[in-house]
């Protein structure tokens, strides 16, 4: 049965309530931020001590704009690649990808850039990345591919901002500040937040918007959505469930709980 002895008597109560629902459900939605990422040593790159505390975040129009703001820029990103290199997937997103394997989870929405929802077994597509894939490199101007090794590979020769070879500079295929949002990934997250049966939203504070509207669509369509987060967020007063502890052994327990494992 995992770790379940971990939670106190109400969390698992909680769980016990979720896991009746998914079992009656047809579709089931999870939505992830960076809490369910924490757990497998990647920082909060928002939080105090985080990423932009030590760096100012440089702007895609500056981005786009000027070489020494892209040179800034790579230099923030091998920064950030310290707190990716070694992360594996937790018992969080493990516990994900069982429910998925079960038939027992439709999609998984997520603000993380990580991967880490596909590296624990999630077929990519049923994966909806709000904010990109650090682990894609991608050409502005043409849109081609490259690979995060070939990347290091010309910054770690001098090439401190890489350039396509149709003129256009490479970028980890993420959302920057003030980039605009991918377009067919929000309307897939808002489409199936809103025909959800079940929406569970794991590790994120639901500040940052479009992102944050998912449980809200959830809530509107008559969904059950249960909020698993360390912290409170804006949506507390709204959901049917809330567990405040970590997604970790939230989540290894209600997979536990569905699947009667």
Not at 52 to 74: G, L, N, T
Not at 84 to 96: D, E, I, Q, V, Y
Not at 204 to 215: D, H
Request: charged share 25%.
């Amino acid at each position: 049965m995992g770790k379940q002895e971990t939670l106190t008597p109400d969390a698992l109560a909680a769980v016990e309530k979720i896991a009746r629902h998914i079992k009656r459900a047809k579709t089931v939605v999870a939505f992830t931020g960076a809490g369910i990422s924490t757990e497998s040593g990647i920082p909060d790159y928002r939080s105090q001590g985080g990423l932009w505390d030590k760096f100012q975040p440089v702007y895609f129009d500056e981005f786009m704009s000027s070489k020494d703001a892209r040179i800034e820029y790579w230099k923030q990103r091998v920064e950030m690649e310290k707190g990716l290199r070694h992360a594996a997937p937790n018992k969080g997103h493990k516990a994900l990808a069982r429910l998925s394997r079960a038939g027992r989870l439709t999609a998984v929405i997520t603000q993380n850039i990580d991967g880490l929802h596909q590296a624990s077994g999630i077929d990519e597509e049923k994966v909806i990345e709000l904010h990109g894939n650090s682990r894609r490199i991608r050409c502005m101007s043409c849109s081609s591919l490259t690979s995060w090794d070939d990347a290091m590979k010309r910054i770690s020769n001098g090439d401190l901002a890489p350039e396509c070879d149709c003129g256009g500079y490479f970028k980890p295929d993420t959302v920057s500040f003030g980039q605009a949002m991918p377009e067919r990934e929000t309307r897939e997250a808002a489409r199936l937040s809103s025909q959800s049966d079940v929406f569970i939203a794991t590790g994120s504070t639901l500040l940052v918007q479009p992102a944050a509207s998912m449980p809200e669509y959830a809530r509107s369509a008559g969904a059950f959505v249960a909020i698993i987060n360390l912290s409170q967020t804006p949506f507390d007063s709204r959901c049917n469930l809330m567990i405040r502890e970590k997604a970790g052994p939230v989540l290894d327990a209600l997979a536990n709980r569905v699947l009667n494992e």
